[in-house]
């Protein structure tokens, strides 16, 4: 893919009276040690088993859902459950819960392979955890705030400084076309 933005900046670069200006917005670093994604098979039948009460459950993203409840007690509750469920009986199976008043939004954060002797523990009992989960993904970077940018010779005077935040790039576009200060 590299070689394909290769010659698609070399072509821009060839046409006359052109200036280019080239950013990311973010980058990767790979993960010191790979981080496995799951997620629930059946949301509604997980959440009954382990005796949270809601009014709907809704899967987005990979690893996220969304939990709606009748009454704001009930979302607290309920997030106080979730926050108690563990793996293997050291890591919490939900690092990450957002109280939104009569929804909670939950993401299942367990990062490490899920074997059949991998154990959730819950209000006094314990479930076999690859029985609620399904595979996903091996993750092995993540991003971050560094961003690239490369500004052609016309543009390049007007540049943010290096280590600048790609939201400066707007103002380089102005003060090209002699736009504001």
Same mark, same amino acid.
């Given at each position: 893919?590299?070689?394909?933005?290769?010659?698609?900046?070399?072509?821009?670069?060839?046409?006359?009276?052109?200036?280019?200006?080239?950013?990311?917005?973010?980058?990767?670093?790979?993960?010191?040690?790979?981080?496995? %994604?799951?997620?629930?098979?059946?949301?509604?039948?997980?959440?009954?088993?382990?005796?949270?009460?809601?009014?709907?459950?809704?899967?987005?993203?990979?690893?996220?859902?969304?939990?709606?409840?009748?009454?704001?007690? =009930?979302?607290?509750?309920?997030? =106080?459950?979730?926050?108690?469920?563990?793996?293997?009986?050291?890591?919490?199976?939900?690092?990450?819960?957002?109280?939104?008043?009569?929804?909670?939004?939950?993401?299942?954060?367990?990062?490490?392979?899920?074997?059949?002797?991998?154990?959730?523990? %819950?209000?006094?009992?314990?479930?076999?955890?690859?029985?609620?989960?399904?595979?996903?993904?091996?993750?092995?970077?993540?991003?971050?705030?560094?961003?690239?940018? %490369?500004?052609?010779?016309?543009?390049?005077?007007?540049?943010?400084?290096?280590?600048?935040?790609?939201?400066?790039?707007?103002?380089?576009?102005? =003060?090209?076309?002699?736009?504001?200060?």
């Amino acid at each position: 893919m590299l070689k394909v933005y290769d010659e698609m900046l070399t072509d821009l670069l060839e046409l006359p009276n052109t200036e280019i200006i080239f950013a990311t917005g973010l980058s990767q670093k790979p993960y010191e040690q790979l981080k496995f %994604y799951y997620r629930l098979k059946d949301h509604a039948s997980f959440l009954k088993k382990v005796g949270v009460e809601f009014a709907d459950v809704v899967p987005r993203m990979t690893r996220d859902f969304l939990v709606s409840f009748d009454t704001e007690e =009930q979302a607290s509750r309920a997030e =106080q459950q979730l926050t108690k469920i563990l793996v293997n009986n050291e890591v919490k199976l939900f690092e990450e819960i957002d109280n939104r008043g009569k929804d909670i939004f939950v993401v299942l954060t367990y990062p490490s392979e899920i074997t059949d002797k991998t154990m959730i523990s %819950y209000s006094g009992k314990e479930s076999q955890l690859s029985d609620l989960v399904t595979f996903v993904a091996i993750k092995n970077g993540e991003h971050q705030s560094k961003g690239f940018a %490369y500004f052609s010779d016309g543009v390049s005077e007007f540049a943010p400084p290096q280590g600048s935040h790609v939201a400066k790039i707007h103002n380089t576009v102005l =003060q090209f076309f002699g736009i504001g200060s």
